[in-house]
């Protein structure tokens, strides 16, 4: 089993910028693959980015490439995502997910690749 925790959810004006952190705990040894997706009012929840355990490889929605950049820290099993350049548009709920069963030591875009999932951080941008 794997418990994630995400924080750093906050109401932030356009522009401006938020860190999101993902804790891990439980069997973290066995990830592969770790993802950021996001899920506003309305709509379907939607892949944002992903990254490998090792940190060797990232792949990023185009809407927030540039702008967003995904990171691990193994020593303290904790996965980030630094957003800058923030648009109203990034309102949404932002989840962490991590893979267990996919190839090890890939990255995936697709949510059905992803086994465990935290509670969402809340993140919303004003204009």
């Known amino acids: 089993q794997v418990q994630l925790v995400e924080s750093g959810g906050r109401l932030v004006q356009a522009g401006g910028s938020l860190r999101l952190s993902c804790a891990a705990s439980?069997?973290?040894?066995?990830?592969?693959?770790m993802g950021w997706f996001r899920q506003a009012p309305g709509k379907e929840r939607e892949f944002v980015a992903t990254i490998n355990w090792r940190g060797s490889d990232t792949n990023y929605a185009d809407s927030v490439k540039g702008r967003f950049t995904i990171s691990g820290d193994n020593a303290k099993n904790t996965m980030y995502l630094q957003m800058n350049s923030l648009k109203p548009e990034d309102t949404a709920v932002y989840y962490c997910?991590?893979?267990?069963?996919?190839?090890?030591?890939?990255?995936?875009?697709?949510?059905?690749?992803?086994?465990?999932w935290g509670q969402g951080t809340q993140v919303t941008v004003s204009s």
């Open positions: 997910a991590v893979s267990v069963n996919y190839r090890p030591f890939s990255i995936s875009r697709r949510s059905g690749h992803y086994d465990y």
């Open positions: 439980g069997r973290t040894f066995t990830t592969y693959c």
